[in-house]
């Protein structure tokens, strides 16, 4: 590849393609992000993925950033902006334009080069996807992380299957092997297992490495062609494995300053000139192929077993390398076989041949791959965005369906196949041809209308040629090959008139679906489409032939036209041998072979142009259909109008007619109210006259009942008054009897209330005696315990003093003894030696117990200390108490006060309203002449009340001289 520069600034963003060497086996590319600005710094890529041919790779960086890069158009560009960093990334999709990227939140994410958007969002794992592998076609992708591996169907998007595995193994890695259906297991226990993707079920797994050669499995390669497997992890070895004899091939030593593996990958052919073919072991192989294959036995391969060649190594470096012969065990393939998605139709030729139809899992796909569908989104869209056809608006009518969404479906791809070629709008049959595709496909409309396009360009060629009329050119080849192959039966349906169009044209026109179950159709259809185009016709002429026994029976006309449209009791199986058969068996002159072209799949990007129909027909019938339909349009408008203009006459009608109906109908209301309304003037007038005459009898009758009421009211007013009177005296009466009760109950109140003080008075005085005697009799106790206490020491001290003097006369006769016998010392001298060590035994024995009497002295200080305290808080509990009781007491004073005062202002205001009332009764009538009396009521209660207060003034006084002082403190006791 030249070196030119990949450059180009995208928001901040530059890219540089670095030169590489011309020579052979240097540096390729080198690429790398940085953005531009005040500060300056590189990005950095996390994944990169190159497509199937190696020309385009996928980048993303830690940004969140993904951009494709074209190497051989020199050019790149940014696809998707995920705004989080992707951890995984896969470009070998079966749309080509998609590329999934797993993403840092767990997630994996589908999105389309061209158009940017997305596509879909699977979600499902609980850590970040470490890898992505895609099934070789592009269908299936496994997404791995570090606890479980999930399969996903890239068509629906769903998971179909999960592999969980224990928490203390972890998955390393899950992948496809290319060119086959096994899936490659990895787990952190370097244990390697291969699954079948069909079943998934455990195929092997690899043996335990050899003794001594075991190594930490972090990353894997797998060879182009699925039979190679090598492993590297954190050590400087590589183990190569092969995958059909499940051994260990070779044990990869690399230079001794590497010391662990991060990636490994086999180049594919766009960066190694095609040199990419190794036998297992190999990494770079050096080869030149033979021209022919005779010299494949003398194929030699220059392998090298260390570095790759660099152009700048110098002369004198060698490298190791050895010769190896290549096994071609089987032929070249003809590229005209190969399928998309790695399939080839003569293999699969072979396998249905074998089992007589594909397997119903993969059919779809082999479907797809046989009939090449090239999948054009943008011309499909195209085509659904102009609408709903002319043609098909009211398919409902004709065809009844009662799923709305198939009906849905059907109208939308017959209409895609009217705008893509006008003949099929015009085409009657169209709907019968493509209802068996659009009930297979009709999840996926595009893959419908592809295989329906495809079945008519191939399948259906020369049918049009001789539009409106049915194919006479086609229907003459299978009339051909039924003559040759069958002449009784032809001559039969002749006999009885029936023509081509009768027996064969009902199994085209609706690909077998009416004659047909599911399975049997999909069995056929899998033969229709792995041979050439002519075979449908061969199998039209198989399921005649095959029908003959019931066909030669039938002799009217209805009989046959039932039996070619309904199904019948026929070995399918049969029929399909038979049409290979025939296929072999039919002469070259009158084979559809010689006729048909071969298969041509859809071109890809836009659609073919489909013209192979009698243009000026289909013009004709179209203008005569849009002239018809703008007929009947113009003739329903001026119907509809006419229905509007009558059914305004007769709204107009039926109003005026309404109206007139109003008018009688109010003029006869109006007729019968003015006869009301003069009947009830009349009824008024005489309830007036009646009214006034009431009127003055109630006038009469009210002055009457004035005076007597007045009268009435007169003489109750003056019993009233007498009434009130005798009340008042009552009262009176009743009130100085209560005043006197009240008195008297105030009197007892107060001698009780007397006596209850100076029964507390005595116990309050009793209690105090008690506490005195206690407080006197702990006093005598202590007195006597300090008088123990003090007897003790002096008789300890009298101890001292005997003791002092005893020693000062041993001492004193000691002195004597030696001022008189000094000429004995040295005789009494081992004596003496004895005794003052005997002396000095009794001072120690003297001294230990003074130290127990200081003990025994400080213990005591201790006790008392302790006494002191407890009597010193006795002490305090008792002041508290008195505090609170006389509280208690001056609480019970001003109560007792509050009472008295409530009770002389009573009195007080009850004696000034009796005055006040008597002097009122006197002044009215003169009927109170005995003032006197009560006014020496209310002195006697003067006075009663002057007597009550000297006595509460004497109680108050009583006892607060009974109350202790409130200045005594307590005594204190100190140590």
Known sequence: MPSCDLGSREQGSIWHRKPSPAARGGVVVNIFHSATGYHSKAIRFLNVAFDSSGDSLLAGDHQGNIYVFDLNGNRFKLVQRTMQACTALAFNLRRKTEFLVALADYSVKCFDTETKELISWMRGHDSSVSSISVHGSGRYAITTSTDTAQLWDLDTFQRKRKLNVRQSVGIQQVFFLPLSNTILSCFKDNSVFAWEFDTLHCKYQLPTAVEGSALHYKVFAVTRDGRNFVAGGKSNHLH??????????????????????????????????????????????????????????????????????????????????????????????????????????????????????????????????????????????????????????????????????????????????????????????????????????????????????????????????????????????????????????????????????VYAWPLLETLFSEVLTREEWLKVFDNIFSNHPSYFLMIVVAYIICSRAPLLLCNQSQDFEYFFHHRNNLDINTVIKQAYHLMEATPPDIHPQRVLDDFMPLTKGQYPVFNKYPKFVVDYQTRERERIRQDEIEYLRERQLMHELEAKAQERKAEDEAFYRKQELLREAEEQRRKMVLEEEEKLAERRRRLAAVRRELKVKELQFLDASRRRFLKYQQDQRQMELKRLDDDIARKASMREQETAATLQDIEVRQMELESQRQLFEQRLIKDRETITQEMREERDDRQRKADLEDHIVQRWVETDREERQKAQMVAEENFAKAEQSCIDNAWRLQALQKLRRDDEDREKRYEEIAKLLHDNRVKEAELLKAMREAEEKKWEEVTWRKAQLEEEQKAAAAADEHRKQFLGDELNDALELAEKLQREDGCFASLDRRQELARQEQELMAEVRQLRQKLTARAQTRRPPAHVSPTRWTT
């Not at 096994?327 to 249905?352: D, F, H, S, V, Y």
Request: hydrophobic content about 40%; glycine content about 4%; overall charge positive.
């Open 240 to 501: 190569l494995w092969c995958l059909e004899s499940k051994q260990l091939l070779r044990i990869i030593q690399m230079p001794t300053e590497v010391r662990a593996v991060r990636h490994l990958e086999f180049l594919p052919d766009s960066f190694d000139g095609g040199s990419n073919q190794p036998p297992p072991p190999l990494f770079k192989v050096v080869e030149d192929w033979p021209k022919c294959k005779s010299e494949a036995n003398k194929l030699t391969t220059r392998v090298t077993s260390g570095r790759s060649e660099q152009p700048w190594k110098s002369k004198g470096s060698k490298i190791q390398t050895r010769l190896l012969k290549v096994q071609m065990n089987t032929p070249l393939e003809n590229k005209e076989n190969e399928l998309p998605g790695g399939l080839n139709k003569k293999r699969l030729q072979a396998l249905l041949k074998g089992y007589g139809e594909y397997p119903a899992k993969y059919r779809m796909f082999v479907w797809r791959s046989l009939l090449q569908l090239p999948e054009n989104h943008l011309a499909f869209s195209s085509l659904i965005d102009k609408g709903t056809h002319s043609a098909f608006v009211n398919i409902q009518n004709e065809y009844p369906i009662k799923s709305r969404k198939l009906l849905r479906v059907l109208q939308r791809t017959l209409s895609a196949l009217a705008h893509w070629s006008a003949i099929f709008g015009e085409t009657p049959y169209i709907p019968l041809l493509a209802f068996p595709f659009v009930k297979l496909f009709q999840n996926n409309q595009l893959i419908c209308f592809e295989v329906v396009a495809t079945v008519v360009v191939n399948f259906c060629q020369h049918w049009f040629e001789y539009f409106p009329n049915p194919p006479v050119n086609i229907l003459s080849m299978v009339e051909n090959i039924l003559a040759h192959h069958d002449k009784e039966l032809l001559q039969h349906l002749i006999k009885y008139s029936v023509t081509s169009q």
